[in-house]
């Protein structure tokens, strides 16, 4: 964990999502697409962009950069 390499896949619609940055930091949490298995949400994405308790940083950090550090630029 000190290592700064643990992260956890966060759900668009889960209502304590704000609990978790606060409690891990915003590098830690990446956003889980469900892609492209069946039962995945369509526009979650959207849902995160659309939320009013995350940061514009927050956001932009699980949406694409925690991404790009987890698996590596292309």
Do not use: C, W
């Not at 700064?4 to 704000?18: C, S, Y």
């Not at 932009?60 to 987890?70: E, G, H, P």
């Amino acid at each position: 964990m000190k290592s700064g390499r643990i992260f956890i896949a966060a759900e668009a619609d889960d209502k304590l999502l704000h609990n978790l940055f606060a409690l891990l930091g915003e590098d830690q949490l990446l956003f889980s697409s469900d892609f492209p298995h069946g039962e995945g949400r369509e526009n979650a994405a959207l849902e995160i962009l659309e939320r009013k308790d995350l940061s514009q940083t927050q956001k932009k950090k699980l949406l694409y950069d925690n991404t790009v550090r987890f698996f590596g630029a292309p």
